[in-house]
T-cell receptor, first 112, second 112 residues
Framework: DAKTTQPPSMDCAEGRAANLPCNHS???????VYWYRQIHSQGPQYIIH???NNETNEMASLIITEDRKSSTLILPHATLRDTAVYYC?????????????FGSGTQLTVLP | DTAVSQTPKYLVTQMGNDKSIKCEQN?????MYWYKQDSKKFLKIMFS???????INETVPNRFSPKSPDKAHLNLHINSLELGDSAVYFC???????????FGPGTRLLVL
């Protein structure tokens, strides 16, 4: 799986959009980008994933650059409850070693 | 209507003891996982079971033995507990080894 790089921490004002970047410059053509978050003391929570196209669901939007070397997770209207560690993970969709490898993520703090 | 549940939530025990952590999912998934999150917050997969068969077994001491009595349960038994086993253990499940995984609330193990 490709290595991903994320800033260790970010702040965002409540009600504003939170844009969390992820660099995956060595990603291969069949690797998906998955985003999870972990709110303090809770289990990780799946947010969204994508391959090439931008994706949107009820939680967030995922913007993947055309060259697929980076992506941005967007929380359109951040609330205090969105304070969490956000993990960007690149995974290959096939093969026997199908597992999630969590890095250190980005600690997002939403400020009132 | 908890999707993935774990018991106990907290476990405090002495070195050398044997303990078990139970996990149950009611999502109808066929794949279950155990992860360990250490004091530095790194989340690492330990085991994965698909249809009651072991498919991922990372470098984990033999003192750790997962047991899957059926597709809805994956228990973790730990023999001869050591100080370094202190961590938060998360159970997760998915359908057909997909990367969209649902995590339990975690079991906080403290070995004294």
């Amino acid at each position: 799986d490709a290595k991903t790089t994320q800033p260790p921490s970010m702040d965002c004002a409540e009600g504003r959009a939170a844009n969390l970047p992820c660099n995956h410059s060595t990603i291969s053509g069949n690797e998906y980008v998955y985003w999870y978050r972990q709110i303090h003391s809770q289990g990780p929570q799946y947010i969204i994933h994508g391959l090439k196209n931008n994706e949107t669901n009820e939680m967030a939007s995922l913007i993947i650059t055309e060259d697929r070397k980076s992506s941005t997770l967007i929380l359109p209207h951040a609330t205090l409850r969105d304070t969490a560690v956000y993990y960007c993970i690149a995974v290959i969709s096939s093969g026997s070693a199908r597992q999630l490898t969590f890095g250190s993520g980005t600690q997002l703090t939403v400020l009132p | 209507d908890t999707a993935v549940s774990q018991t106990p939530k907290y476990l405090v025990t002495q070195m050398g003891n044997d303990k078990s952590i139970k996990c149950e999912q009611n999502l109808g998934h066929d794949t279950m996982y155990w992860y360990k999150q250490d004091s530095k917050k790194f989340l690492k997969i330990m085991f994965s079971y698909n249809n009651k068969e072991l498919i991922i077994n990372e470098t984990v001491p033999n003192r750790f033995s997962p047991k899957s009595p059926d597709k809805a349960h994956l228990n973790l038994h730990i023999n001869s507990l050591e100080l370094g086993d202190s961590a938060v253990y998360f159970c997760a499940s998915s359908q057909e080894r997909q990367f969209t995984q649902y995590f339990g609330p975690g079991t906080r193990l403290l070995v004294l």
